[in-house]
């Protein structure tokens, strides 16, 4: 009985967890805003290449539920309507950590302790417009909801499919900085305003610790299971 009801939960959980994939291809678990009212073509839309940080502050990932932590599985960004995504990148990287603060101080970009989360040395980024662009992550990412969210993302060329942007939400106060064109990246500038981003959580220390094993009747070999349907 106990290893009945083990299976019974084991299933739930498969299923829970395939309905959980379907829905994060299309809406993130947790984001900030969808409904941002402009557009910036840093990083993405930038031939030469460019490179940008965003801080995310405490208690901003709160749609639609307030973000619980765990592990950052995939990372999303909001493509805004009219900016539909189609290009190829060379040297793609993501790069998260998390700081205390609750803004950033001008002047130079956030160094150290940087987590490169996804890398590609070439990689093609499509996405239609008024959608979730989404990124699965080489390896999870420990995420503490006490903790603002400090996002790195940068690319050294473009072939510029489209106009495309990232939907931004008007927010006072300094959220992120920039670099001039091309690589190697230099600090350029900060401006006020937040994307619209999001991600997909799974709790840490998360584990299938329960195993059943099943033994079949008359088994060719140790490693296969005959075949009894009628027709085969």
């Not at 765990?70 to 793609?92: E, H, M, Q, R, W």
């Not at 417009?129 to 969210?149: E, I, R, V, Y």
């Not at 931004?168 to 994307?195: E, H, N």
């Not at 059943?212 to 088994?219: S, T």
């Amino acid at each position: 009985m106990e290893t009945l009801q083990r299976f019974k939960k084991l299933s739930m959980l498969l299923v829970l967890l395939a309905i959980s994939g379907i829905l994060s291809a299309q809406t993130p678990q947790f984001y900030n805003y969808n409904n941002g009212t402009s557009a910036n073509s840093f990083p993405l839309n930038q031939a030469a290449g460019k490179m940008v940080q965003w801080l995310i502050p405490v208690g901003n990932f709160t749609q639609p539920t307030p973000a619980t932590a765990g592990n950052i599985t995939k990372f999303y960004v909001y493509v805004p309507a009219l900016y539909p995504l189609s290009s190829t990148y060379t040297s793609f990287k993501l790069m998260f950590k998390q700081v205390s603060d609750s803004l950033l101080t001008a002047g130079s970009f956030l160094t150290g302790g940087w987590d490169t989360v996804y890398q590609r040395a070439n990689v093609t980024l499509s996405a239609g417009g008024g959608s979730w662009l989404m990124f699965t992550l080489d390896h999870p990412f420990n995420f503490n909801p006490a903790l603002s969210l400090a996002i790195q993302m940068e690319q050294c060329s473009s072939t510029q499919g489209t106009g495309f942007s990232i939907q931004f939400t008007p927010a006072p106060g300094t959220r992120r900085f920039y670099s001039v064109g091309g690589c190697p990246f230099v600090y350029s500038g900060a401006s006020t305003g937040m994307p619209n981003v999001g991600f997909d959580v799974v709790p840490a220390g998360f584990a299938l610790t329960d195993l059943i094993y099943y033994k079949f009747k008359n088994n060719p070999s140790p490693t296969l299971t005959p075949n009894f349907a009628v027709p085969g």
